[in-house]
């Protein structure tokens, strides 16, 4: 799916692992206050290997959808995930996402958010998206509501960001709800 900018999503492939480490370590400062401390061995090629193996049995049992940002040199330049895909009565799943430094500010994420809430909806059947902020990501929050996303409250040490339990902002949209992007 085009995103504009020359940037594509496309879902997750087996051989990404070794972009997925480039793309991690062109990215490290830039992800490092908004994601859990990584060790040295995450940014490896055989680490993402494995990681991208361990991501892909999730989608095939149902448990989650990944998506990538690739850009024209099919250079891997920022992720989206639905994890933790709950059915029965609750129909919901985590977001999370990340650009590269070099695209961010573009309205990149806005477009691959929308796009992949469109799919929760319309391929896996969804009926929420739930996503996590700190409270000082003021970009993350910007995207969220600018895709129909509405502030659920704070959440008190709710994930441990940057080796701290850290306090966050619940967001949610319900997918049958139309967003403001019209998806
Ligand atoms: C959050 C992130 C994915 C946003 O991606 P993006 O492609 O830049 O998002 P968009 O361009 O669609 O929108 C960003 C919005 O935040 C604004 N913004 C960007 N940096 C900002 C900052 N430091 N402070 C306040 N607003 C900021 C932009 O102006 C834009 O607002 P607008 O739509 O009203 O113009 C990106 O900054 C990122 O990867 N951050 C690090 C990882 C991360 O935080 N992931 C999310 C964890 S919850």
Redesign the pocket.
């Known amino acids: 799916m085009d995103l504009g900018d020359g940037i594509r999503l496309r879902p997750l492939l087996a051989g990404d692992g070794e972009e997925l480490a480039a793309a991690y370590s062109r990215n490290r400062a ?2 490092e206050p ?1 994601e859990p401390l990584r060790s040295e061995e995450f940014f490896t090629v055989a680490r993402q290997r494995q990681l991208v193996a361990e991501a892909l049995r999730a989608v095939e049992d149902g448990r989650s959808a990944a998506y990538v940002l690739e850009d024209g040199e099919h250079r891997i330049v ?1 992720r989206v995930n639905l994890s933790d895909i709950v059915r029965g009565a609750f129909w919901s799943a985590h977001l ?4 590269d430094h070099g ?8 477009r691959a958010v929308d796009t992949v809430c469109a799919i929760a909806r319309d391929d896996v059947g969804l009926h929420r998206v739930q ?3 700190l409270l000082r ?4 929050q ?2 969220l509501r ?1 895709t129909g996303f509405t502030e659920i409250g704070p959440a008190p040490r709710y994930l441990r960001i940057a080796g701290e339990w850290q306090d966050h902002v619940l967001f949610q949209r319900i997918l049958e709800d139309a967003a403001e992007g019209g998806s």
């Open positions: 830039h992800l908004w920022g999370g996402y990340w650009i695209l961010a500010g573009r309205g990149l994420m806005r996503a996590a902020t990501n003021e970009a993350s910007r995207v600018a």
